[in-house]
């Protein structure tokens, strides 16, 4: 495992050096070292872009039986990076006390490294799968995938067809008091962004007792702002308190519940009890002096199933006294894949074989993934589970889209090793290669 470690390694260290920052994107460097770590391996590819330098990768190898389909989903765009906030170079991809250190290390560019390197690894070893195994790493998932996989799902439609899927998410290990807990992301809430339009009277600014549109937004900011919307007991979060707390929890005792176990698990559950609505911009436009109309853009998470009416009545409630208009774009995500499946399974095997007497779990996404995109063109079982034990949950939380970004070895051996039994084990979907 240690040589495949320091492949892994190398791998990650050169694909954080392919800076590939969206906006505005220009994965294809990023895709051109992955491509050229397969094409060593032997292993075949497509590349798809979908604009200049917004390239996708996509292997397909394809089994010998009749087995399940599976797809290892990561991607290859990350978030920006001021070098002026971290401990080293963000597009440096150092190796320093035990972990390699960049932006996407976590995000995703270790999970892509890991991937690669497991089934690399496999076909190395003259392993050979009953069913397809799918190799993607995608452009612009930061940014919604409009270059990414949503449309290779548009475009091509069959290149990411898989029974199952493994993307990121979760994968979170927690220590709570004697039990060790794994927690799947087997759902996401519905992510969506809002404009709230204020209209005002055109007037002079030195008339205060004239109606102010800007004044009148900063008190529906004041009002709704960061305002948990609803009380929902998710399934999802019923079976983590269910296991860890006894059952008959109702939606409101959650956060203190999770609280009294741990603070983190409180961090984890609160945003899944009800909507969430974040002011995240404000424009005004003027007229004869005196700010006429004020548009405030919010992101809006909601819980799947839920209606985006509720934040409607949050609105209505705050009382604007002038006039407004809501305009929604379109939402995503909100979707979830079930439990009893052979690749839980699998995973549910790996967790307990590297902790003894540890329970895995299932999670509602807070954000969103891709996995979503699957789940609604395909029925993809789409799970999000990137495995860490030394990197805490608060650390990865700090340092994804924070400074100082990095993956302990560790960390990527564990990934390795996941990706290489999972492979080996759904649904007895590995041989012998014949001949």
């Not at 609160?270 to 853009?297: D, F, M, N, Q």
Request: include cysteine.
């Amino acid at each position: 495992m240690n040589e495949l470690v320091t492949e892994a390694q190398n791998l990650l260290s050169q694909l954080i050096r392919a800076r590939s920052c969206n906006p505005p994107g220009d994965e294809a460097a990023a895709v051109a070292v992955l491509g050229a770590y397969l094409r060593r391996s032997g292993i075949d590819f497509t590349v798809y872009e979908a604009e200049p330098g917004r390239a996708n990768l996509v292997s397909r190898i394809h089994g010998v039986g009749d087995g399940p389909s599976l797809l290892l989903l990561s991607h290859m765009d990350t978030v920006d990076a001021d070098p002026a906030e971290w401990s080293s170079d963000p597009w440096g991809g150092m190796v320093r006390d035990g972990s390699v250190w960049g932006r996407g290390a976590l995000d995703l560019k270790g999970q892509a490294a890991a991937q690669a390197v497991a089934v690399a690894s496999l076909l190395r070893s003259g392993v050979a799968f009953r069913g397809d195994v799918v190799l993607a790493a995608t452009a612009d998932e930061e940014l919604g995938s409009r270059c990414g996989t949503r449309w290779l799902l548009d475009r091509h439609p069959e290149a990411l067809r898989t029974d199952y899927a493994l993307t990121h998410g979760a994968g979170d290990r927690m220590v709570l008091d004697d039990r060790v807990v794994y927690f799947c992301a087997t759902a996401e809430r519905v992510t969506a962004e809002l404009t709230v339009t204020i209209t005002a009277p055109a007037g002079l600014t030195m008339l205060a007792e004239l109606p102010n549109a800007i004044a009148e937004a900063g008190r529906l900011v004041s009002k709704v702002a960061g305002q948990h919307v609803g009380d929902t007991l998710l399934e999802e979060v019923a079976v983590v308190m269910d296991a860890l707390a006894g059952p008959g929890r109702s939606p409101g005792e959650v956060a203190a519940t999770a609280g009294s176990i741990h603070p983190a698990l409180r961090t984890l559950l609160t945003p899944l009890t009800g909507a969430t609505l974040v002011p995240a911009k404000i424009v005004s436009t003027s007229l004869a002096g005196r700010p006429s109309v004020c548009e405030i853009h919010f992101d809006c998470w909601l819980l799947p199933g839920r209606d985006r009416k509720e934040i409607e009545a949050v609105l209505d409630a705050a009382a604007v006294e002038l006039p407004y208009q809501v305009a929604w774009r379109p939402i995503r995500g909100g979707s979830r894949s079930p439990t009893s499946t052979p690749l839980w399974g699998a995973i549910e095997s790996f967790v307990r074989h590297v902790d003894g007497g540890s329970l895995l779990l299932p999670l509602c996404d807070a954000g969103f993934t891709d996995s979503h995109w699957l789940r609604e063109r395909y029925g993809t079982v789409a799970y999000g589970f990137f495995p860490m034990r030394e990197m805490t949950t608060s650390e990865a939380a700090r340092t994804v889209h924070g400074p100082d970004e990095r993956m302990p070895l560790s960390d990527l051996a564990l990934q390795i090793d996941f990706y290489r039994q999972v492979i080996t084990s759904i649904g007895n979907s590995a041989c012998d290669r014949q001949g």
